[in-house]
């Protein structure tokens, strides 16, 4: 054997151990993979690894289930009985701050009134109680009282719940990508809700009255009859609600329904704000529009994009009430203004959704939305309470 051979048979030699060595380290790699993946730990803010879920804006879910933390631990289909009762505390949250808040403003109102009523009765025992109502109605002293209870309800009841459900304040507002455009965009969007809205209650106040029965409140009539009044509801109605209802509803409502169930959290916060509202129509524009503000407000986690909006749409409803009585060409210019802008909302919301769905549910999460809520029983009683109330005015108003 000549010394090129042997050479060749060591180098050959060599050749067969590096590739054996580097098969043996690949086979090392690929079990370490299998073993971390096996026994990954989850993210906190993802114990659900949904896709579709915005991160992060549901908080640290290891405050509910501390095993997320554990390696190879599973969220089972339905939570366990500890998991299930600290989820039912977040609904109860909601639930508890919405019955106290409808409490709130109702006693104080008829409180407030009651007293002034009286005072006013006292130095003017000629006048009778209907009279000095239509005169509180009709200046700025209804629309005033208003104003501070619901700012002062509103305010109130979304601190308390904030506090007990950990929500910090500035997470409202810590704004994420977000630009001008999208403010624009999302106005747009919003008056076609608001648009689409308007002709769906007409219609279905067409279809009631048919039958002898009215859906809408009578409670504006009269009111805000002096400058100062109208001045004061304007305010309350553009500035002062569409601020402290999306602090209320989008900043403490959403948040904590949102613990573990995006969906369900959207559609309960959007169905709590239409109830608020009092009647059937403005049910209709509350609950579609509010879908549309808890989506914003999940996909930038800020209740900045659905102030804004909030905003723009009661400023806009305000001033085309006020061209009702407007002449037939300005109205119609006024309606031509309005379907151009509403068919331009139209697109812009099939661009929106073309890249932003409403956040789907996995199976995990949908034993944890309204099943879980439904254990609450001030989750219940709040929806309840609203149900009852709104059918309550409805039938006292026809009978």
């Known amino acids: 054997m000549t010394d090129n051979n042997i050479s060749s048979e060591q180098q050959y030699r060599a050749e067969i151990s590096i590739l ?7 086979n090392e790699e690929l079990e370490k993979r299998e073993t971390e993946g096996k026994y990954k730990i989850k993210n906190k803010f993802d114990p659900f690894g949904n896709p579709t ?21 599973s969220l089972p289909l339905e939570p366990a009985y500890d ?12 639930g508890s701050c919405m019955i106290f808040h409808y409490f709130f403003v109702e006693i104080l109102a008829y409180l407030i009134i009651t007293v002034m009523l009286f005072f006013m009765s006292k130095s003017s025992p000629d006048a009778s109680q209907a009279s000095i109502y239509a005169y509180m109605k009709g ?22 719940g904030m506090k007990r459900a950990g929500i ?35 219609g ?12 809408t409140s009578s ?6 009859q002096t400058t100062l009044g109208y001045t004061v509801m304007l305010f309350y109605d553009c500035i002062i609600a569409p601020i402290t209802e999306e602090i209320f509803f989008r900043g403490m409502i959403l948040r904590t329904f949102s613990k573990a169930n995006q969906k369900f959290a959207i559609f309960a916060s959007a169905f709590f704000f239409g109830m608020t509202h009092g009647n059937v129509p403005q049910f209709i524009l509350a609950f579609i529009l509010g879908i549309f503000l808890a989506h914003i407000t999940l996909k930038h986690g800020s209740i900045i994009p659905s102030v804004i909006v909030h905003m723009f749409i009661n400023s806009v409803s305000s001033a085309i009430s006020e061209t009702s009585s407007a002449d037939i060409k ?28 409403i956040p789907s549910t996995t199976p995990q999460q949908a034993s944890r939305g309204y099943r879980v809520a439904c254990g609450s029983w001030a989750f219940v009683a709040a929806a309840g309470l609203m149900i009852f109330d709104m059918l309550y005015d409805i039938i006292n108003q026809n009978m």
């Not at 998991?83 to 039912?88: A, G, M, P």
């Not at 997470?171 to 624009?184: C, G, H, Q």
């Not at 279905?204 to 859906?215: N, P, T």
């Open 330 to 357: 300005i109205q119609f210019i006024i309606n031509m203004v309005c379907i151009v802008s509403a068919i331009l909302g139209l697109i812009m919301l099939f661009v929106f959704r073309a890249s932003n769905r």
């Open 168 to 202: 910090r304040y500035t997470s409202l507002i810590r704004t994420n990508d977000f630009s001008f455009s999208d403010a624009v965009r999302y106005c747009m969007i919003g008056f076609f809700l608001w648009y689409i809205s308007y002709y769906i209650s007409v």
């Open 139 to 160: 200046s700025s002293i209804i629309v005033g009282l208003n104003t501070l209870i619901y700012l002062s309800g509103n305010l109130l009841f979304a601190s308390i």
């Open 219 to 224: 409670n504006m009539s009269g009111i805000a």
């Open 20 to 26: 054996n060595q580097e098969i043996i380290r690949l």
């Open 204 to 215: 279905i106040s067409d279809i009631f009255s048919q039958y002898g029965w009215s859906v």
């Open 83 to 94: 998991e299930r009762k600290k989820l039912r505390k977040f609904y109860s949250i909601g």
């Open 53 to 73: 879920d915005y991160k992060y804006f549901n908080g640290d879910y290891s405050k509910i289930e501390p095993r997320v933390e554990e390696a190879g631990f």
